[in-house]
């Protein structure tokens, strides 16, 4: 007798065929997932830490070591105090002022003993122009004043000072800046001769007694010339 083909006893072969087949397909899906984590150890969180706080952590390292290094003192070497200059004149104690030689009669020339000489050429009444703030208008004394130059090098003239007093107690007179004014500059040579102008508010009645004092240089002995100037 024929059994037909749709029969119970006829799908039960086909149904333990298609499950043997999907057992398969598990197993083999489980047997890769155990060669991929597998391969990572036992701690695969440990392997695969977060990049952020390792990069957090190395970086406070490194901050605290730039400061420990930052914060380390240096040793610098000071470069020796510079000797104070000597000055240019004959004295030889910058911290005290030059001295002032004896006075002479206006109409005399005055020696500095190193070949310097000075001599008051003119002293003249005028009625001076102030010109700029500060400066007055009105009667003055203008004082030429000659320089020779007795040495054998170039004497510069930048630091010469003419100052104008009057009466015993010296009163000084103010230097105004008129525009016949012509002060020392630039320099004059060995055996030459160079002249300066310069003006003084004084009043006539004071003219009297007048002291003029040339210093050629800074440091240097004061020239001085006493008289009367009217």
Known sequence: MNVP??????????????????LAVVAAALAVLALTTGGSGDDPAGAAAPSGPATATGTSAATGTSAATSAAPTSVALAP????PEPTGPTTDADEPPPSLGPVPLDQPAAVG??????????????????GPGNVTGPALRVT??????????????????????????VPASPVNDPSAAPFS???AAGGTAQGVYVFSIAADDRTDVTLSVGYEAGA??????GAAS
């Open 145 to 170: 004043v000659e320089l020779t130059n007795g040495t054998a090098d170039a004497l510069p003239l930048g630091g010469v000072a003419v100052d104008l007093a009057s009466g015993p107690e010296l």
């Open 221 to 226: 002995p004061v020239l001085v010339f006493t």
């Open 114 to 131: 190193n070949g310097v000489t000075a001599e008051v050429v003119s002293l003249d009444a005028v009625d001076a122009t102030g010109v």
């Open 186 to 188: 630039g320099t004059v």
């Open 5 to 22: 083909s749709d029969t119970p006893a006829a799908r039960s072969p086909r149904r333990r065929t298609a499950l043997a087949a999907v």
């Open 81 to 84: 105090a510079a000797d104070t």
